[in-house]
């Protein structure tokens, strides 16, 4: 006797097949792109400076809300490593940088308020983005994973951009924006933490006189990031060139300084450590 399933028409059959394949199992329901826990949480804990350049996080409010903050976590740890691959390009970065961004105030949470630097949750011998206290599509995963082989892996994103959007819970950081990163905004918002970045004079400016440019630590960390080709640019120098105008007012003598003195144009400034927090 047959199965009643073969006893079906081909074009049901393959119907029925078509819709099981498309309908997420229990725990692995489809990622809702525009991060509305998350989204929330940013909105409600996390604001600019007066300045605009940088923001501040209210760490206090998020340990309050740490339910609500285990929900986006819980979420983003159910995401297969099926579904992200069958991400757009922009999605699989905007998860990637949410995911960073999200367990990283997760670990300042483990240890907060005793604590004044992210740095406070290693040691010599052990480095907090090393930990292994996450899971992310599948595995148990550190920080350093999703950044360094995920978000920077060659030949994947090449977006040296990240670097503004990426949050290390401290004040020589980027900034955390109060929002998610949406893939639908994804241009928006990288061109927007760029320039409130390198427009922050704490941590990027020109120094007219000594026809200097003072920047922050990361370029020197990540400087071959910015020489990969991206937006037409091949070199750290010709990026700075190109952004003349947000390093320094009335910007071209900074380019011609860049341009034609290159590296040695460029002094890195020591980088604050201490938490970002409110």
Not at 20 to 32: K, Q, S
Not at 119 to 125: A, E, Q, V
Not at 187 to 207: C, H, I, K, P, V
Not at 209 to 219: D, E, G, M
């Amino acid at each position: 006797m047959s199965h009643p399933f073969k006893r079906l028409p081909d074009a049901f059959r393959a119907l029925l097949v078509a819709l099981a394949l498309a309908v997420p199992t229990i725990g692995h329901a489809a990622l809702d792109h525009q991060y509305p826990g998350w989204q929330a949480l940013l909105e409600k804990h996390v604001a600019w400076t007066p300045q605009g350049g940088a923001s501040t996080v209210d760490y206090q409010g998020f340990l309050a809300d740490r339910e609500a903050l285990g929900e986006v976590l819980q979420r983003l740890s159910s995401v297969t490593l099926a579904q992200y691959e069958g991400f757009s390009r922009d999605q699989q970065l905007a998860f990637l940088i949410n995911a960073y961004n999200a367990f990283t105030v997760e670990l300042i949470l483990t240890k907060y308020p005793d604590l004044t630097s992210i740095k406070d949750l290693g040691s010599f011998f052990s480095s907090p983005w090393k930990k292994a206290f996450f899971s992310l599509l599948g595995q148990q995963r550190t920080l350093d994973w999703i950044e360094h082989e995920m978000i920077r892996a060659p030949g994947v994103f090449d977006e040296p951009r990240i670097h503004f959007v990426v949050n290390c819970a401290s004040v020589g950081c980027p900034a955390l924006r109060p929002g998610a990163m949406l893939a639908t905004r994804l241009e928006q918002q990288l061109a927007d933490s760029t320039r409130r970045f390198l427009g922050d004079r704490s941590r990027n400016r020109y120094d007219p006189a000594a026809k200097r440019l003072l920047v922050s630590k990361i370029f020197d960390w990540y400087g071959g990031d910015f020489a990969k080709g991206h937006q037409g640019i091949d070199s750290l120098e010709q990026f700075f060139a190109s952004h003349a105008q947000l390093l320094a007012d009335g910007g071209a003598d900074c380019g011609r300084s860049v341009r034609m003195a290159g590296e040695k144009t460029i002094r890195f400034l020591d980088y604050d450590w201490s938490l970002n927090r409110r």
